[in-house]
């Protein structure tokens, strides 16, 4: 699919992955919705390509006007969702005080980063069948991201992990429903990025997992790396069902 001239609507926009996608599709000449529950924009000075929206991903009500919003201003052709909104969350089952995890904890991490994420999905999917097919019958592109949590996940992740690989786990069926509209999903599954959602790991936790790496021995890079493989991801038609794992080689064992 052509970015150029098309609609995309990056949620999490405000930050780390969801920033750098966005900023790259906008160098790509696209028209990008930013769609993000912090309320600020860094795109000043390009509103004639960018709907900066304020909506949480949970909210059917939010998103239904941020489509419709994207609708009055770019027209009917949002030819893509990527999914980047999503927290972190971390407890074990049972914590060392013996006392059991929060459930509400458990529940809001699943919320988010799973639940919004469908919500935005099934929403977005619903405009897309309804607009015109391009080349070779393709309307859209799902992108959602999970995280290597969902196979690798450590002590603490249990909720984060539950949520990933609901994600992840969406990918198969999701495409079966859609393809016949000629919507691809594709969900990207993250190692460690430099973004501010691991900055709040201590250093010593972050050596343990950089150590499991192969090569390189960094964290990920959001611009050029992650945005890079969503963009190619767009781009090539023959990319549908598929989770792909961007982490420099790391399988996580043990910490
Ligand atoms: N950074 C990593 O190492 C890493 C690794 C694997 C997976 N991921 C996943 O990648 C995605 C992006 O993470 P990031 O590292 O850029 O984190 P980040 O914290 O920098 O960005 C997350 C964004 O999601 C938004 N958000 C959170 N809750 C929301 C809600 N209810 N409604 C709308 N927006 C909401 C935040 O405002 C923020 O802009 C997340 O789903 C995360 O789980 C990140």
Do not use: W
């Not at 904890?105 to 897309?128: D, E, H, P, W, Y």
């Not at 495409?175 to 501010?196: M, N, Q, Y």
């Not at 790991?201 to 192969?214: D, I, V």
């Amino acid at each position: 699919m052509y970015i150029k001239g098309n609609t995309f609507i990056v949620t999490g926009g405000g930050s780390g992955l969801g920033l750098s996608t966005a900023q790259q599709l906008l160098k790509l000449e696209a028209n990008v919705i930013d769609l993000k529950d912090d309320g600020k924009s860094f795109f000043k000075g390009r509103e004639k390509n960018v709907l900066f929206i304020q909506a949480d991903i949970t909210s059917e009500e939010e998103i239904t006007k941020v489509i419709q919003q994207a609708i009055e201003k770019f027209g009917e052709n949002i030819r893509g969702v990527i999914n980047c909104g999503g927290i972190a969350g971390v407890g074990r089952i049972v914590g060392p005080n013996g006392k059991p995890l929060d459930l509400d904890s458990f529940k809001l991490v699943v919320n988010v980063n799973l639940i919004g994420t469908f919500n935005v999905c099934r929403l977005v999917a619903a405009q897309m069948v309804k607009q015109k097919p391009l080349e070779e019958g393709e309307r859209g592109v799902i992108i959602n991201v999970s995280s290597i949590a969902y196979q690798d996940g450590q002590t603490g992740q249990v909720a984060y992990s539950a949520s990933k690989g609901g994600v992840a786990s969406m990918t198969l069926p999701m495409t079966r429903d859609l393809s016949k509209f000629g919507i691809r999903v594709v969900t990207v599954a993250p190692g460690p990025f430099e973004t501010p959602m691991i900055s709040i790991m201590n250093e010593k936790s972050r050596q343990k997992l950089l150590k499991q790496a192969e090569f390189p021995v960094r964290p990920g890079k959001s611009d050029g790396e992650f945005n890079k493989l969503v963009i190619h991801l767009i781009e090539n038609i023959y990319m549908n069902a598929e989770i792909i794992r961007i982490d420099g080689g790391i399988r996580l064992g043990k910490l």
